[in-house]
């Protein structure tokens, strides 16, 4: 069975150490990792659905105090992965099925649009960017590497709607993106169909879409692409009580 990886560090080893003299450059750089890695934590499914966040063991994990903690978790909560509830710390955010159908409904004629654009005004050096990060995916998942696979993947999503050149299409991405990312994340393990592979062969044509400017194409592919994934959440969503005992 496939394991989540984390990517937070073991209990009381600090981020990164304090800043030499209090610089706004080492406290942006410290406030930047510790944003990261809280992310993946809860992206990568440390924390049920639903479920309060730590703040103490968290802490305590990443060796810092609770002012930058809660400063990252104001930034999670902008995109949507999870919620503040008014002196009662935070949860994790827990969509339920139609929440997941209209969130990637509208992400896939987002990524749609973008693949169409893009084909119209990517260079060849940003092709050439992308198909790096496919082939450091691809690395990640031959040695099933999870967390590596969907931080190459989300970037190579990423790229294709920043080459569409269109910063309301980015903003408008970038908000939903954050609220699906965790769901996104766990699709890759969804019982019933090989999800990882078959989301490898979807990029395999994403790529070559994108390498010819095939505009129509890519964007049929990348709306596909997201309606598989789709598919995918709903069913790993289902697993949880499909799996559990019988009520007495």
């Known amino acids: 069975m496939l394991q989540m990886k984390s990517t937070i560090p073991d209990t009381g080893v600090p981020i990164a150490p304090p800043a030499a003299n209090g610089g706004d450059r080492q406290e942006a750089s410290l406030h930047g990792e510790i944003l990261l890695r809280l992310r993946d934590y809860v992206v990568e499914g440390n924390i049920p659905e639903g479920a309060r966040v ?116 980015k903003t408008a991405y970038a908000n939903f993106a954050g609220r699906i990312r965790r769901v996104r994340y766990s699709a890759n393990f969804a019982r019933k169909r090989q999800r990882w592979a078959e989301a490898m062969r979807e990029h395999e044509a994403i790529l070559d879409a994108l390498r010819r400017r095939a505009a129509s194409e890519l964007s049929d592919i990348l709306f596909q692409h997201l309606r598989n994934k789709r598919a995918a959440a709903i069913e790993h969503l289902a697993e949880p009580e499909e799996n559990a005992p019988a009520s007495p």
């Open 54 to 169: 730590p703040e103490r063991q968290l802490c305590e994990m990443f060796g810092i105090s609770r002012t930058p903690l809660r400063e990252a978790l104001k930034v999670l909560a902008a995109e949507g992965l999870i919620e503040l509830l008014p002196n009662r710390g935070a949860r994790v955010r827990q969509l339920g099925q139609r929440d997941l159908e209209e969130l990637f409904d509208v992400m896939a004629g987002l990524e749609s649009l973008a693949g169409r654009l893009a084909c119209e005004t990517i260079t060849d050096a940003e092709i050439t960017a992308i198909e790096q990060l496919h082939y450091e995916m691809y690395g990640h998942y031959l040695h099933r590497d999870m967390h590596g696979y969907f931080q190459a993947n989300q970037r190579i999503h990423e790229s294709i709607v920043a080459a569409a050149r269109n910063e309301t299409l």
